[in-house]
């Protein structure tokens, strides 16, 4: 633990008066906690010490840099305790504590390991009441959300449905939040929604044309009605109310796997510059990330194979010894979880399986490099 000194500062009433230093007890988690007393984003941590009602600042240092940083501000109810929410980006580390007067003190905390948030609850898809802040005589709100988990790039997307109850139409905003930093996505306006009504709204995971990167993301609708009254869905900092986890690739095969032989491994004048995924012949194949297709040809070692150009990460995708052609020519656009093809053995195959391979830019054989996806995989695989 280190401390600046404080020294003293002039008070407003002509005496003298001093920011205290912090001085850090311990870190413990209170809320929303993991094992072995770690925090999870979006959960409440308290620091318990003394000097700590001058606090205005406590930053999320993480690794070493400034790269991975996460400043918030604070508001101390006492000199011996501060509670805090974990921001959605915070990373395991320690925190500085920040407090300004005429001489700015800081002290860190110990280490506090921070996990990820859980999975946002499961959901039927069905309407149901929300808890959501409400002004007197405000409509009352209804909301689902079709699936705690979307996929950016797929043809599907993820549907926000509402259903408003009032006298009278309403004005609705429906907000998506990135729920990182609060930052607002994208907005939709419906100036005149009527009572009883189901309306929906299904986003694809793409604003002004890009992808949106993985994470927490939350529907929030306000509905004011004729009075001026307004209803809310949720509070702003409540990320398991009509939230989704954004990712944006998918595991490749659909149906029961195992991994074979991994990447590097040697073969016979060259070493494995795939992974494979052994399945039943027959199983679908869905494409790893959207994207555009630069090859559909077959090749003696790796039969019927099919090259897709990654629209996001740039990486090249090769998909070998499908069971026949893919239907898939070269120019067309694929979507995630698009099915691309079929598993096989064709080629230079003993038995059922995927040889799933990446490049990184600029691509297959033009300059890219083969790279080992087993552990991205693995990531993929347990959200498909």
Same mark, same amino acid.
């Given at each position: 633990?280190?401390?600046?000194?404080?020294?003293?500062?002039?008070?407003?009433?002509?005496?003298?008066?001093?920011?205290?230093?912090?001085?850090?007890?311990?870190?413990?988690?209170?809320?929303?906690?993991?094992?072995?007393?770690?925090?999870?984003?979006?959960?409440?941590?308290?620091?318990?010490?003394?000097?700590?009602?001058?606090?205005?600042?406590?930053?999320?240092?993480?690794?070493?840099?400034?790269?991975?940083?996460?400043?918030?501000?604070?508001?101390?109810?006492?000199?011996?305790?501060?509670?805090?929410?974990?921001?959605?980006?915070?990373?395991? =580390? /320690?925190? *500085?504590?920040?407090? @300004?007067? !005429?001489?700015? #003190?800081? %002290?860190?905390?110990? $280490?506090?390991?921070?996990?990820?948030?859980?999975?946002?609850?499961?959901?039927?898809?069905?309407?149901?009441?929300?808890?959501?802040?409400?002004?007197?005589?405000?409509?009352?709100?209804?909301?689902?959300?079709?699936?705690?988990?979307?996929?950016?790039?797929?043809?599907?997307?993820?549907?926000?449905?509402?259903?408003?109850?009032?006298?009278?139409?309403?004005?609705?905003?429906?907000?998506?939040?990135?729920?990182?930093?609060?930052?607002?996505?994208?907005?939709?306006?419906?100036?005149?929604?009527?009572?009883?009504?189901?309306?929906?709204?299904?986003?694809?995971?793409?604003?002004?044309?890009?992808?949106?990167?993985? =994470? /927490?993301? *939350?529907?929030?609708? @306000?509905? !004011?009605?004729? #009075?001026? %009254?307004?209803?809310? $869905?949720?509070?702003?900092?409540?990320?398991?109310?009509?939230?989704?986890?954004?990712?944006?690739?998918?595991?490749?095969?659909?149906?029961?796997?195992?991994?074979?032989?991994?990447?590097?491994?040697?073969?016979?004048?060259?070493?494995?510059?795939?992974?494979?995924?052994?399945?039943?012949?027959?199983?679908?194949?869905?494409?790893?990330?959207?994207?555009?297709?630069?090859?559909?040809?077959?090749?003696?070692?790796?039969?019927?194979?099919?090259?897709?150009?990654?629209?996001?990460?740039?990486?090249?995708?090769?998909?070998?010894?499908?069971?026949?052609?893919?239907?898939?020519?070269?120019?067309?656009?694929?979507?995630? =979880?698009?099915?691309?093809?079929?598993?096989?053995? !064709?080629?230079?195959?003993? %038995?059922?399986?995927?040889?799933?391979?990446?490049?990184?830019?600029?691509?297959?054989?033009?300059?890219?490099?083969?790279?080992?996806?087993?552990?991205?995989?693995?990531?993929?695989?347990?959200?498909?």
């Amino acid at each position: 633990m280190a401390a600046v000194t404080a020294a003293p500062a002039s008070a407003g009433n002509g005496g003298a008066g001093y920011t205290p230093t912090p001085q850090v007890a311990r870190v413990t988690c209170v809320k929303l906690c993991a094992s072995h007393g770690r925090a999870r984003q979006s959960g409440t941590v308290r620091i318990v010490g003394t000097g700590l009602s001058g606090v205005g600042k406590v930053t999320f240092l993480g690794a070493a840099g400034k790269s991975d940083d996460v400043a918030v501000t604070v508001r101390p109810k006492s000199d011996r305790s501060l509670t805090l929410k974990v921001p959605m980006n915070a990373m395991s =580390g /320690r925190m *500085a504590l920040v407090s @300004t007067g !005429t001489v700015t #003190t800081t %002290a860190r905390t110990p $280490s506090l390991g921070i996990l990820p948030p859980p999975p946002p609850p499961p959901t039927t898809g069905q309407l149901t009441p929300v808890p959501g802040p409400r002004d007197p005589g405000a409509p009352q709100l209804e909301t689902a959300t079709s699936s705690n988990v979307a996929i950016a790039g797929s043809s599907r997307g993820i549907t926000f449905s509402y259903r408003v109850t009032a006298p009278a139409a309403v004005s609705v905003q429906i907000d998506l939040l990135n729920a990182s930093d609060g930052s607002v996505v994208q907005t939709w306006q419906e100036p005149s929604v009527q009572p009883g009504a189901v309306n929906s709204i299904n986003w694809q995971g793409m604003s002004n044309g890009a992808l949106q990167p993985d =994470g /927490r993301y *939350a529907w929030r609708l @306000t509905a !004011t009605g004729a #009075t001026g %009254a307004k209803a809310r $869905s949720a509070q702003t900092q409540d990320v398991t109310r009509d939230a989704f986890d954004l990712h944006d690739h998918v595991f490749p095969v659909k149906g029961r796997h195992t991994f074979g032989d991994g990447f590097g491994v040697q073969r016979q004048g060259h070493t494995h510059q795939g992974v494979d995924i052994l399945a039943n012949c027959g199983l679908k194949i869905v494409a790893a990330e959207a994207g555009t297709v630069l090859y559909n040809k077959w090749q003696s070692a790796a039969g019927n194979y099919l090259i897709v150009h990654g629209e996001e990460t740039g990486n090249d995708y090769g998909y070998m010894h499908m069971r026949a052609r893919s239907p898939f020519q070269r120019g067309d656009q694929v979507t995630t =979880g698009e099915v691309i093809g079929i598993v096989g053995d !064709t080629g230079d195959a003993t %038995a059922c399986h995927l040889h799933f391979e990446a490049w990184s830019p600029p691509g297959w054989y033009t300059g890219g490099h083969p790279f080992d996806t087993e552990p991205l995989l693995k990531q993929w695989d347990a959200y498909s």
